[in-house]
Each structure stands twice: as C-alpha cells, then as structure tokens.
C-alpha cells in the first residue's frame, strides 16, 4: 500500500470594507489569492505569505471555511514539468485587510478590490467558483468537499458537505429528586 501523499495549498478572501481582493492568474483567470503551503510551514504563516507574494496586501485569516480535496492527479508545470502532481487539499480562509496596495506579482498579473457581485462573476474556474461561494455565503459551519479537476475536461465532486463549527450542546441532567 502506498503512504498517501497530498499537496497542501491555502486560499484567502480577504475583505476590506464591502470588497474583496482577487488576483488574475496567468494560467486561471480572476481567483482570490492563495498557494502551496511549502515543507515545514504553518498553513496560516502560508496564507499570509501566498496573499502578500501575489497582491501586495497584508492580510491577517480570521476564519477557516473549508477543506477540499482535488483527488485528481495531473501533469505538472513549471518546476514539476514531466512530473504527475499528487492530490492537493485546499483550505479556504476569510481574512480581513490590514495595509498594503494591490501590486501584480509573477504569479499575479492584475490585482483588484472587487465588490462580492463582481467576485462572482469573475471568477469562472468551477472548483475556485465553488470555494469563492462558500466564503462569500460563509454559513456557521466548515464545508468539507472531494472532487476531481483533470488538467483537461471537467470537474466531478465526489462529496460534499457542511458540518457545524458549533459544539453540540450538552445534554441537561435532570436533578435527582430526594
């Protein structure tokens, strides 16, 4: 049996005001900033770092929405071409601003502040448009969800859910009666 192997990414909406930051990438379009989590670094020192490497913006995470499994395994790009990639497990964050000005970056050609309606319509990737929604509409609860993106054709989810980030209320003891 093979020990299994994912990739670990992070992605941020972070909101200023009424708006929210998107970056476009030059491979996928209008996104909200996030990326690869590398070897030995704490997701949320990730988050933060992916969300300045790409737009120039300080942005501090303020609530875990959902994790997301890709099951896909696709070619790689760039430093990975001719390499198959593992699965990758996406955690999505809402953050709020603290400074900064948008600034495109390598990975990033354009950046924006956008309004939530404008988010909506430009980001189109369906797994990125799917996560995109569940931070807009963020509910009381952590969205859990498998899927498989391919490279090429489209994307299937597997399962989906949202489980409540409340504790179950403990249940009343009666008192005894004497």
Same mark, same amino acid.
């Given at each position: 049996?093979?020990?299994?192997?994912?990739?670990?990414?992070?992605?941020?909406?972070?909101?200023?005001?009424?708006?929210?930051?998107?970056?476009?990438?030059?491979?996928?379009?209008?996104?909200?900033?996030?990326?690869?989590?590398?070897?030995?670094?704490?997701?949320?020192?990730?988050?933060?770092?992916?969300?300045?490497?790409?737009?120039?913006?300080?942005?501090?995470?303020?609530?875990?929405?959902? =994790?997301?499994?890709?099951? +896909? !395994?696709?070619?790689?790009? &760039?430093?990975?071409? /001719?390499?198959? *990639?593992?699965?990758? %497990?996406?955690?999505?964050f809402l953050c709020e601003y603290i400074s900064g000005e948008p600034v495109p970056s390598e990975e990033s050609v354009?950046?924006?502040? =956008?309004?939530?309606?404008? +988010? !909506?319509?430009?980001?189109? &990737?369906?797994?990125? /448009?799917?996560? *995109?929604?569940?931070? %807009?509409?963020?509910?009381?609860?952590?969205?859990?969800?498998?899927?498989?993106a391919p490279k090429e054709g489209p994307m299937a989810w597997i399962s989906r859910e949202v489980l409540s980030a409340?504790?179950?209320?403990?249940?009343?003891?009666?008192?005894?009666?004497?």
């Amino acid at each position: 049996m093979d020990i299994p192997v994912f990739i670990v990414a992070v992605g941020g909406l972070v909101t200023k005001g009424d708006q929210v930051l998107l970056v476009r990438s030059p491979r996928r379009g209008w996104e909200f900033p996030g990326g690869q989590v590398e070897q030995g670094e704490p997701p949320l020192e990730a988050l933060v770092r992916e969300i300045q490497e790409e737009s120039g913006i300080t942005a501090k995470p303020v609530r875990f929405v959902g =994790v997301y499994a890709n099951l +896909a !395994r696709r070619p790689g790009y &760039g430093v990975w071409e /001719g390499q198959t *990639l593992p699965p990758i %497990l996406n955690m999505s964050f809402l953050c709020e601003y603290i400074s900064g000005e948008p600034v495109p970056s390598e990975e990033s050609v354009e950046v924006a502040w =956008v309004t939530r309606a404008e +988010a !909506r319509k430009r980001v189109t &990737g369906t797994s990125y /448009g799917e996560r *995109l929604a569940d931070m %807009l509409d963020a509910v009381d609860g952590i969205t859990f969800a498998a899927y498989k993106a391919p490279k090429e054709g489209p994307m299937a989810w597997i399962s989906r859910e949202v489980l409540s980030a409340k504790s179950p209320s403990p249940e009343k003891e009666e008192p005894e009666q004497l």
